[in-house]
């Protein structure tokens, strides 16, 4: 079999056994994995070696595909198939889509995993807010049949639910913020807030004289008594008016009408970013390269955007089954804003388990010095174009090499790449000459 080859460039110093320079040339199939870091300071040439990269191995058998996110609109590649996403283009990706597989998906890690990508953004969920919103879609799943427990109903084909009025689907954004605006609505109209919160009167009244030495005044104590009958005559209201039998329990799994309402504009406003839709984009199948242009979303949108096409594109791979060389590249420029320490983030989890499932990642960033240990050590190739000296401790630390050793490179002329095959066991990086 042809195998893949990207030529860097030669080694700076002569092989000390045959007198000649080596040539530096990776080869994803010798490679322990598919990934590649590659790391410079701005205009040290970063999307320069994406390029070669991605050029030279999209025109070479066996022809894996790229998926380029394209966070500056800056990698356009000859012949790539490109999406634009923005507030008015028609596609998007799907948060909300469940996994089906019943080890590692199903309906608790979609809505844990959902919450976990709005955290990394800069508004935070309070405790409250991600109760709720767990809460909120777990009930959006199973009104859908996807059911918490029944790991046979988070396939799309089994339909578990009694009485479908409609064809089973996956739930979108779009339906989680009609559902949230509904629950509000019944939050807000029903008999059982009305109940409630004159309970709350009541008990604000009587905490109020209970703190006061004396047992207060006839008039304190008469409007108590009215608190305390318009309390019951609303709950005996409440009581007639229960129908499914989860009224009470809804109201406190939602922690109130104010956290409700606070869910619901949060999940409005990521609905009105537009690239939530769950339209795929339409690009050329034919195509080796494929751009997914975010570079008109925030910095907020483009992380949500990320991590959710990242655990789509990962689920496609695990259906796929097992593959001995990558047939997918995710290509990620600018990538330190979009990684993350936590273990379960899905760039971690790519790193770690798609080998197998034959996915690389091609990772470029100015310094890795807050890269997750995760992913530098399960990064087979590395490509140092020139970092900026005050980076240069961190990194070597985090590299385990020398920080001599990057005064001595020259941007745009020399890199230090490490090239880890299988039976590697050294932690060698060369001075090379590139290209
Ligand atoms: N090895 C090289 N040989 C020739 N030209 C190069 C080389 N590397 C980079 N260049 C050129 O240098 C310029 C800057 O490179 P590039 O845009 O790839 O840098 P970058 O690291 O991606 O920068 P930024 O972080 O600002 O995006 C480009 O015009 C590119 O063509
Ligand atoms: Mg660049």
């Known amino acids: 079999m042809k195998t893949v080859r990207v030529d860097f460039g030669q080694t700076k110093f002569a092989n000390k056994k045959t007198n000649q320079k080596d040539r530096v040339v990776l080869d ?47 990698l356009d590649i000859p012949g790539a198939s490109s999406c634009k996403f923005s507030e008015s283009s028609p596609y998007g990706v799907n948060p909300l889509k469940v996994d089906p597989d019943p080890h590692s998906g ?25 109760s709720a919103l767990y809460h909120l879609l777990t009930d959006l799943y199973e009104a859908n049949g996807f059911y918490l427990d029944k790991p046979e109903s988070w396939d799309v ?14 739930p979108t954004l779009g339906d989680l913020k009609t559902f949230a605006e509904w629950r509000l609505a019944q939050m807000t109209t029903g008999a059982g807030s009305k109940a409630l919160s004159k309970l709350d009167e009541l008990n604000r009244k009587v905490r109020q004289l209970h703190r006061k030495s004396d047992k207060g005044d006839d008039s304190e ?40 309402q606070s869910v619901f504009e949060r999940i409005s406003n990521l609905e009105s970013s537009g690239i939530f839709r769950p339209r795929k984009p339409d690009f050329d199948l034919n195509a080796p390269v494929r751009r997914y242009d975010i570079s008109a979303l925030s910095r907020d949108e483009q992380i949500l955007f990320i991590d959710f096409l990242a655990s789509e594109m ?122």
């Open 28 to 74: 994803t199939t010798k490679t322990i994995n598919g990934h590649i870091l590659i790391a410079g300071a701005s205009g040290t040439g970063k999307t320069h070696q994406l390029r070669r990269v991605i050029d030279a191995m999209s025109k070479q058998p066996p022809h894996p595909r790229f998926h380029i996110i394209d966070v500056h609109g800056d």
């Open 314 to 435: 990962f689920q496609a791979a695990r259906r796929k089954g097992q593959a001995a060389h990558p047939r997918d590249f995710i290509v990620i420029d600018e990538s330190h804003a979009f990684v993350s320490a936590e273990p379960d983030h899905i760039l971690n989890v790519i790193i770690r388990e798609s080998r197998k499932f034959g996915i690389g990642l091609i990772l470029a960033s100015q310094s890795l010095s807050d890269f997750p240990d995760d992913i530098i050590a399960n990064t087979s190739t590395k490509v140092i174009l020139g970092l900026d000296e005050m980076f240069h401790a961190s990194t070597a630390r985090k590299l385990a090499i020398d920080p001599k050793r990057f005064g001595w490179v020259y941007p745009r002329r020399t890199a230090l790449i490490q090239i880890k095959r299988a039976g590697d066991t050294s932690n060698r990086y060369l001075d090379v000459e590139l290209c």
């Open 157 to 170: 084909k089994t339909d578990l639910r009694r009485n479908p009025r409609h064809p089973k689907k996956q």
């Open 106 to 130: 199903g309906v608790r890690k979609r809505a844990r995993s959902f919450i976990a990508s709005l955290n990394r953004t800069t508004s935070k969920l309070g405790t409250k807010q991600e």
């Open 221 to 260: 104590q008469k409007q108590v008594e009215k608190l305390r009958a318009e309390a019951a005559d609303l709950y005996r209201e409440y009581v007639m008016a229960v129908e499914t039998g989860r009224e009470l329990p809804q109201y406190l799994t939602y922690a109130g009408r104010d956290v409700m």
